[in-house]
């Protein structure tokens, strides 16, 4: 009896060690493992928004900028106080949902006490607070661009669901710059599912402030003058036969020749940027996705047939190959007939012998015709090149996606259709027409780089990146005859196709007029250019500008860019418009 007592006592003695043992085991050294695994039963982690980098404009204003929204947000059933919520709501019933559904997206300020009153306490019936874009001083949206919530894509690449993200223009271009990075926050709730008490685990960091090179005040004189290019459009079409406009198509690029700098960029017809920032999306954003017009696409970047502003680069191109001299004197005759065609003149009547200076001035297609006609073949891969070094067919240094154009060749048409140059073709190609295509913002840097006598600018949207400056880019442009081009664009002004607009404006100016015909196309439909920049003249106080205006079948460019292009000089040299007529 005894020793199985003591067995007995052995038993429960080795049981109760086992115990301690295993409870000092759990309490001591698994401590820390078993109290987070504990901890994980009433705690979780959410992230925390990033504000997104403002966008300011070169003086400091505010283009673009986050705010903290709150939205009603109903999970289904019923709740207490329904007849105060609907009519706040402006509601008859609440809906029927099966999970979170935004009641309200962006609750006034004023409604915000009375809701926060009435939602305490109801767990199906909660204010949340999200961050959303805004846009205090908007620019042409085709230039801004937008943000929108991650789609699954972007999710995948590490963003958020609800972090808003830039799809198109600036906000696109900027993403690495402008996201932020989210924070990190513990939540402690209770069995069920109440919110008891939050802790910063980890503060976000705001994305970087980004200061662009635009001018708000300029930017908002070219967009006007674009929009008020209607009615010159118009008078065009009537005198043509045609039926009326309704909205403008086309672009302004205004550009400091000796920086780089984009002092304005417009694109037309336009958006505004904060549609897409706001829950839910409206419908006018299908509206505006599905317009035949394309107010999405910024035309300051896209490629058109350039016209009679090419010709500059075919004078640059004649003069440096030797072709022609600046004494060569051809005659701006009514037509000439090369190859059994005959090539017209935009005049009908006999202007005389020209030097290359006049023909700038005059637009003399006859002219060139005739200088190209000496080497039709030869000429052609040649005044591709020299087109290329002024800033043509390539990309300008836009921080923004830009197409880069065409400059045909022999080679490039041997490939693309398989078929040979033919010597005809060098004719249009020489006056801008043919299988030709350049940007506004390409010809802009081609008149800067002739503005300042072959030093090429890179253009650039962004001047600085939180503490980081953008350092202006100058390329060398090989040639000679810089004073030669300059004098032909002064010439256009003083006493050539410019002068009715600009001859007596108080900044002396430079400048080429250009109309490009659109195949299929009847007349009166032709693209619609102008570049022209100032001052023109040494000792000049005003600072330098270059502008260009292009109107997608706007009619001529004498008509409906050069009046376009004077309105901006004029904003940006602060001239009276009455002294600028």
């Known amino acids: 009896m005894t020793s199985r007592l003591y067995a007995l006592m052995l038993f429960f003695l080795l049981a109760f060690g086992l115990l301690a043992l295993r409870a000092w085991h759990l309490q001591v050294l698994e401590h820390e493992r078993y109290a987070l695994r504990s901890q994980g039963n009433y705690l979780k982690t959410e992230g925390i928004p990033a504000p997104r980098g403002r966008i300011l404009d070169r003086k400091g204003r505010v283009i673009a900028q986050d705010r903290l929204v709150v939205d009603l947000v109903y999970e289904g059933g019923e709740v207490a106080f329904k007849e105060r919520l609907l009519p706040l709501l402006g509601l008859k019933e609440l809906p029927k949902v099966h999970g979170p559904t935004v009641l309200k997206a962006g609750v006034p300020e004023h409604l915000l006490p009375t809701l926060a009153e009435i939602t305490a306490g109801q767990k199906n019936l909660k204010l949340v607070e999200r961050i959303e874009r805004s846009y205090p001083n908007p620019i042409s949206g085709p230039v801004l661009g937008y943000v929108l919530q991650a789609n699954a894509d972007q999710v995948k690449r590490g963003y958020s669901p609800d972090e808003q993200v830039g799809q198109a223009g600036l906000e696109a271009a900027l993403e690495p710059y402008l996201r932020g990075k989210r924070g990190v926050k513990a939540v402690e709730v209770n069995v069920r599912g109440e919110r008891l008490r939050e802790t910063i685990l980890e503060e976000p960091t705001p994305g970087q402030d980004v200061v662009l090179t635009l001018d708000l005040d300029l930017q908002r004189a070219a967009e006007k003058a674009l929009e008020e290019a209607l009615a010159d459009i118009n008078t065009g079409r009537r005198s043509k036969g045609l039926p009326p406009a309704t909205r403008v198509k086309g672009a302004i690029v205004a550009v400091n020749p000796q920086t780089g700098e984009v002092l304005a960029m417009a694109s037309a017809p336009s958006f505004d940027p904060s549609l897409f920032a706001k829950r839910p999306i409206p419908q006018e954003v299908q509206a505006l996705l599905k317009d035949k017009d394309l107010p999405l696409l910024n035309r300051a970047v896209q490629p058109y047939t350039p016209g009679s502003t090419f010709k500059l680069a075919t004078s640059y191109a004649l003069l440096e190959e030797g072709y022609v001299s600046p004494s060569t004197t051809f005659r701006c005759s009514p037509s000439i007939v090369f190859g059994g065609q005959v090539r017209r003149n935009w005049a009908t009547r006999d202007m005389g012998p020209m030097t290359v200076k006049e023909a700038i001035a005059w637009s003399c297609n006859t002219w060139y015709y005739q200088a190209v006609a000496q080497d039709p073949l030869?000429?052609?891969?040649?005044?591709?090149?020299?087109?290329?070094?002024?800033?043509?067919?390539?990309?300008?240094?836009?921080?923004?996606?830009?197409?880069?154009?065409?400059?045909?060749?022999?080679?490039?048409?041997?490939?693309?259709?398989?078929?040979?140059?033919?010597?005809?073709?060098?004719?249009?190609?020489?006056?801008?027409?043919?299988?030709?295509?350049?940007?506004?913002?390409?010809?802009?840097?081609?008149?800067?780089?002739?503005?300042?006598?072959?030093?090429?600018?890179?253009?650039?949207?962004?001047?600085?990146?939180?503490?980081?400056?953008?350092?202006?880019?100058?390329?060398?442009?090989?040639?000679?005859?810089?004073?030669?081009?300059?004098?032909?664009?002064?010439?256009?002004?003083?006493?050539?196709?410019?002068?009715?607009?600009?001859?007596?404006?108080?900044?002396?100016?430079?400048?080429?007029?250009?109309?490009?015909?659109?195949?299929?196309?009847?007349?009166?439909?032709?693209?619609?250019?102008?570049?022209?920049?100032?001052?023109?003249?040494?000792?000049?106080?005003?600072?330098?500008?270059?502008?260009?205006?292009f109107f997608e079948n706007g009619g001529e460019g004498s008509r409906v860019a050069l009046p376009a292009v004077r309105k901006v000089m004029a904003a940006y040299w602060q001239v009276e418009e009455a002294q600028a007529r």
């Open 378 to 549: 030869g000429v052609v891969d040649r005044l591709a090149a020299r087109a290329r070094l002024l800033g043509l067919g390539e990309a300008t240094g836009l921080e923004i996606a830009e197409r880069t154009g065409l400059l045909p060749t022999r080679a490039w048409k041997r490939e693309a259709l398989k078929e040979p140059w033919y010597p005809g073709e060098t004719l249009s190609l020489a006056i801008g027409q043919g299988p030709l295509l350049a940007t506004p913002v390409q010809v802009a840097r081609m008149l800067a780089s002739i503005a300042n006598a072959g030093q090429k600018p890179t253009l650039h949207l962004v001047k600085r990146i939180g503490q980081r400056e953008v350092r202006p880019q100058l390329t060398p442009v090989p040639g000679r005859f810089w004073a030669v081009l300059q004098e032909g664009l002064r010439k256009t002004v003083k006493e050539g196709t410019a002068r009715h607009v600009l001859g007596d404006f108080p900044v002396p100016t430079g400048g080429k007029t250009g109309t490009a015909e659109t195949p299929g196309k009847r007349a009166g439909l032709e693209h619609a250019w102008y570049m022209g920049y100032g001052p023109a003249e040494p000792g000049s106080p005003y600072p330098p500008l270059v502008v260009v205006a």
